[in-house]
């Protein structure tokens, strides 16, 4: 059974920074492309983050240069360093794993309440 389990969220002031993680079972998570999504209601779900087997990084343009995704396959982690936070970074953020292995997989943890407020 495939898990992802999101923490590290809570509520800081703006200016703070925090960092999240994401500990994936189940798969095999080196060969995944994993990743951090957001999500405030009304709107869509965007892209904060992803991150290859390669090690190749993508980034929302909201977060660049503010936000750092990282991978530590020793452990099935997935982590994401939040600097010069803001209130609009205000979200739940969601993990994800995704491949295409055969057939298309696409995994989604229950995701993390981040609140930027002073």
């Known amino acids: 059974q495939v898990q992802l389990v999101e923490s590290g969220g809570g509520l800081v002031q703006p200016g703070e920074s925090l960092r999240l993680s994401c500990v994936v079972s189940g798969l095999d998570f080196k060969i995944f492309r994993v990743g951090w999504y957001r999500q405030t209601p009304g709107k869509e779900r965007e892209l904060v983050a992803t991150?290859?087997?390669?090690?190749?990084?993508d980034y929302g343009n909201s977060v660049k240069g503010r936000f750092t995704i990282s991978r530590d396959n020793a452990v099935n982690t997935l982590y994401l360093q939040m600097n010069s936070l803001t209130p609009e970074d205000t979200a739940v953020y969601y993990c994800n794993a995704w491949g295409a292995y055969v057939r298309e997989y696409d995994f989604w943890g229950p995701g993390t309440q981040v609140t930027v407020s002073s």
């Open positions: 991150i290859t087997p390669y090690l190749s990084e």
